[in-house]
Nanobody
């Protein structure tokens, strides 16, 4: 079955950087658009970024454009989110998703 496992979260100061990873299995990774979504404390899910199966097109939410970069390695069936210039409001649980499937998430906390 579809499995998505996020990692790489942690505590970082404002202005810092992190790279999140999502290991996938159970489906033909290169055939699918993948998304990153996040959930801030007490709030609903927010779409962050999406990337096409071949990696040729990437879109970002206005809130992260220019600071976050999404990319994928189809050979390794891995999805990545490189986050820089992190802000307090980037705090939340980050999930990779494929269709309606989501992983367990990885916590990102931006705090001084």
């Amino acid at each position: 079955q579809v499995q998505l496992v996020e990692s790489g979260g942690g505590l970082v100061q404002p202005g810092g950087s992190l790279r999140l990873s999502c290991a996938t299995s159970g489906f033909t990774f290169s055939n699918y658009l993948m998304n990153w979504v996040r959930q801030a404390p007490g709030k609903g899910l927010e779409w962050v970024s999406g990337i096409t199966g071949d990696g040729g097109s990437v879109k970002y939410a206005d809130s992260v454009r220019g600071r976050f970069t999404t990319y994928r390695d189809n050979a390794k069936k891995m999805l990545y989110l490189r986050m820089s210039s992190l802000k307090l409001e980037d705090t939340g649980v980050y999930y990779c998703s494929m269709g309606s499937a989501r992983g367990q998430g990885t916590q990102v906390t931006v705090s001084s």
